[in-house]
């Protein structure tokens, strides 16, 4: 072997050493044109909003003609390390696209906060391709049972003016994606807390709400407090949810005002309302 191929054999033993358990991140952007939003960018790209502005560092949803946006930021394992400290106790899972943290702790029969904890996350924001360890054995208070997570408990009787009561409460909690305490509530976060402390188990998405078969739909016109509202928001479907006050009024927990009171008849919520549903004796 010349010198210049024994060089270049070294150079590669060695590149390939320092990629050993380490992660390649690949970046696709976009440059934002006439009439794009951050909303249209996200459908096209199958990103949320927030991973965009998180990726983009953007404080608002404002975006500029010819701005260059990261539109999708795949973290790639090279090679895994099954010598790794936790290998003995966790599994690992690829993430594909369209998961969310919720989806894969229910999977795995985990709370969001334990598979944030075992994987060492400071968001909620993942990514096509990225690996988690899942299934770590876990101490009761750090694991939720997927029955818990999917299915109402049969529910004699609650009181919806104690249940408003203990919603507003909250008024004023900041939006907290992934959030499920007063700390910080999404949606549905929001709705499964609520609902659990008047005895009542509600699953954990918006979607696995509006479908699940302990509720009904009502009628506009039979509306009560308590009922849950459903709209079409940032993906076709359910995909936002809130508690009914009466007189049109619904409590969520939105993106721009945390814990706040809205009303059906705005222009927005209009616009995106899909159904009202009542969990059944």
Known sequence: MDEKRWAAAVCGSLAGAMLWGTAVFAEETHQVESGDTLWRISQKYEASVTQLKLWNDLPTNVINVGQQLIVDKTKNSTIEDSDSPSSSSARTYTVKSGDSLWAI????????????????????TIYPNQKLKVSRSSSPEDSVSSSNLTTPEPVSSFSSTSLLKEAKKYLGTPYQWGGESPSGFDCSGFLQYVFAKEGIRIPRTVASIYTHSSLESVSHSNR???????????KPGASHAGIYLGNNQFIHSGSTYGISIATLTSNYWSSRYIETKRIMN
Do not use: R, W
């Open 105 to 124: 702790a229910n999977k795995h029969g985990m709370s969001v906060s334990a598979l944030m904890n075992l994987n060492h996350l400071s968001s909620a």
């Open 224 to 234: 009560q407090p308590g009922d849950i509202v459903f709209f079409e928001t940032y």
